[in-house]
Nanobody, 123 residues
C-alpha cells in the first residue's frame, strides 16, 4: 500500500520552531528523492526543500535557506523538515512528496503526495 503521511504541524509564535515528519511506504521511498512543498492561503503550491536518496544533496527555496533543514532516515522510511526562526509568511499547509526526476523545484516532477499538515505562525 502506498502512503505518505505528514505530522508535526501546529501553531507556533514567530521565531519559534517546528519539526515536520513524513512517513512513507517503502515501495515509494526506497531510492527516491523526497521533497517538501507548501501552500499558503490564497497562494500557489511552492517548493520548500528536497533531499536525494543518499542525503548527500539538499535543496532549498531562497525564502527558507538558513532557517529550514531537511533530513531523512532511510532505515525507517522517514523524511524530516526542521523549521527554525519561523515567520508569519511560513504559514501554510506543508506537503511531503516523492520525486521521480532530478528537477526537484517543480511540483509536476513529484508523483506521490501526502495529505498535508497545517503550520500556522502567529502571535
Amino acid at each position: 500500500q502506498v502512503h505518505l503521511v505528514e505530522s508535526g504541524g501546529g501553531l507556533v509564535q514567530p521565531g519559534g520552531s517546528l519539526r515536520l515528519s513524513c512517513e512513507a511506504s517503502a515501495i515509494i521511498f526506497r531510492f527516491s528523492a523526497m521533497g517538501w512543498f507548501r501552500q499558503g492561503p490564497g497562494k500557489e503550491r511552492e517548493f520548500v526543500s528536497a533531499i536525494t536518496w543518499s542525503g548527500d544533496s539538499t535543496y532549498y527555496a531562497d525564502s527558507v535557506k538558513g532557517r529550514f533543514t531537511i533530513s531523512r532516515d532511510n532505515a525507517n522510511n522517514m523524511v524530516y523538515l526542521q523549521m527554525n526562526s519561523l515567520e508569519p509568511g511560513d504559514t501554510a499547509v506543508y506537503y511531503c512528496a516523492r520525486s521521480f526526476s532530478n528537477a526537484y523545484y517543480v511540483a509536476p516532477n513529484y508523483d506521490y503526495w501526502g495529505q498535508g499538515t497545517q503550520v500556522t505562525v502567529s502571535s
